[in-house]
C-alpha cells in the first residue's frame, strides 16, 4: 500500500490499518525503496541552531508533505532524511532484517503492524511527557485494542479502500459492489491494489466473510474466488493507485480514497469514489519509533510538531486522507471536512471493517495463496 500527496505517486496510499513472519523476510530484497533527503539547516533569526542532527524517516512514498519537512527542519535544525515503502510487508521485513542497524529514528506502519510489532519487541515506548499536542486527537483513535494507552504509536492519518471508476468509460450509477469487479465486460480494465491483505480482504467481504479472517477454508475460497476475477485483472498498483486511471490503462477497481481525492485535483474529474456495499476497507496508519531508532527525542519532536493542528490540517488537505486530530477538523474548510470520500458518513462506517493482525499462520496463508495468484500458479 502506498499512500500518496499531491497516498502516493512514485511509491496509501492509499492512503483505518497493514504483518509478514520470518520465513518471508527474504522477500525484503525484492522490494523496491526510494529514498529522498531534505536536509535545509535551521533558519538565521534565531528560531532554531543549526544542528547536525538527521532524523531518519520511514514512510509511504509521498505522504509528507514537502511544507512539513521544510517547516521542521527549519525550526528546529534537524534535518530529515526520508525513506519510502510500498507496503507494510516491505517496511516490516525492512526493519526486522536491519533490528541492530538503527537505520531509522520514525516509521509509520498501519495499525494492525504496530500490535504485530510491539509483540515482537521491535518497537519501543514512547514518552508522551515530550508530545504536549496528543490531546488533540480524537479519541475515537486512541487506545485502541492493537495499542492501549497508545504505548507504542501515535495515529498519523486514516482513510478507506474502495470503488474506484472512471465515468468517462464506466457508468458509475452500475458499480455498486466488490462483486461489480468480476463482470465479464471488464476484462482486461480492471486495477486492484497491490496490497495482500486488501485484495483478499475484497474476496472475503464477497463471500460474507471478515475481511480479517483467519479461517483456513475461508481463505481459500476467497483465493479461489480471485483466480476467476485475473481475466478481468490488468495491473496490480499501490505505488501511486490513481495513475493506471488517469492514463487510461484501467477504468475500474480499487483504489483508496486520498487517491481519489488526488486525481479530482490533478483533472480527472470523472473518476468516483464509492463505498461498495459489502463494506470498505479501513486502515489507520501510525507513527512509531523503532526499538534501536538512535534519534528519539527528535522523533518525539517530530510527532509532536505534527500533531500541532495547523500541521495536522496542511498535511490532510494535501494529502487527501483523514485526519485523527479532532482539532486540525475543526479548523478545516466545510468543503474538506463535510467531503464524503475523506471522512465517511456513519452509515458507511458501520458497515465498514479495519483491517486486524490476523497472526503469522494466517498471514503465512495468505501469502503462499497471493503467490500463486500473482504468478498464476
Not at 483505518?16 to 522490494?31: D, N, S
Not at 508530545?131 to 507504542?152: A, G, H, I
Request: charged share 25%.
Amino acid at each position: 500500500m502506498t499512500r500518496s500527496s499531491p497516498r502516493s505517486s512514485s511509491s496509501m496510499s492509499a492512503r483505518i490499518g497493514r504483518i509478514v513472519p520470518k520465513a518471508l523476510l527474504t522477500m525484503a530484497v525484492g522490494f523496491a525503496l526510494a529514498s529522498c533527503s531534505n536536509s535545509d539547516n535551521a533558519a538565521a533569526d534565531g528560531s532554531a541552531t543549526a544542528s547536525n542532527e538527521t532524523l531518519n524517516l520511514y514512510n509511504w512514498s509521498e505522504y509528507m508533505p514537502q511544507e512539513i519537512l521544510d517547516g521542521f527542519e527549519e525550526e528546529t535544525g534537524i534535518s530529515v532524511n526520508y525513506t519510502t515503502f510500498d507496503s507494510n510487508e516491505a517496511m516490516y521485513a525492512k526493519l526486522k532484517l536491519l533490528d541492530d542497524s538503527s537505520q531509522y529514528d520514525l516509521a509509520i506502519p498501519s495499525t494492525y503492524y504496530v500490535e504485530k510489532m510491539a509483540k515482537e519487541g521491535l518497537l519501543q515506548e514512547l514518552d508522551k511527557s515530550k508530545l504536549s499536542n496528543f490531546k488533540n486527537l480524537d479519541t475515537s483513535f486512541t487506545n485502541t485494542k492493537v495499542d492501549p494507552e497508545n504505548k507504542y504509536s501515535i495515529p498519523y492519518m486514516w482513510g478507506s479502500t474502495g470503488l474506484a471508476i472512471n465515468g468517462d468509460s464506466v457508468d458509475p450509477a452500475t458499480v455498486n459492489s466488490w462483486n461489480d469487479l468480476w463482470r465479464p465486460e471488464f476484462k482486461g480494465q480492471v486495477m486492484l491494489m497491490n496490497d495482500m491483505r486488501e485484495v483478499f480482504g475484497m474476496a472475503l467481504l464477497t463471500l460474507g466473510y471478515s475481511g480479517n479472517s483467519t479461517d483456513p477454508k475461508e481463505i481459500e475460497a476467497a483465493y479461489n474466488k480471485l483466480t476467476t476475477i485475473m481475466p478481468n485483472v490488468k495491473t496490480f498498483n499501490s505505488d501511486a493507485s490513481r495513475m493506471p486511471y488517469m492514463e487510461g490503462e484501467t477504468s475500474v477497481g480499487m483504489t483508496w480514497n486520498g487517491e481519489a481525492v488526488i486525481a479530482n485535483d490533478e483533472g480527472l474529474t470523472s473518476l468516483v469514489y464509492k463505498y461498495p456495499s459489502e463494506g470498505a476497507i479501513l486502515w489507520m496508519d501510525n507513527f512509531v519509533i523503532p526499538e534501536n531508532a538512535k534519534h528519539v527525542d527528535a522523533a518525539h519532536k517530530f510527532i509532536d510538531y505534527l500533531l500541532r493542528p495547523e500541521n495536522s490540517k496542511i498535511v490532510s488537505e494535501e494529502i487527501g486522507y483523514a485526519s485523527p486530530n479532532i482539532a486540525a477538523r475543526e479548523m478545516m474548510p466545510d468543503d474538506v471536512k463535510n467531503n464524503p470520500t475523506i471522512y465517511p458518513p456513519q452509515e458507511v462506517l458501520a458497515k465498514a471493517e479495519f483491517q486486524e493482525d490476523v497472526g503469522d499462520d494466517a498471514l503465512q496463508l495468505y501469502q503462499q495463496y497471493w503467490d500463486k495468484l500473482k504468478t498464476g500458479r
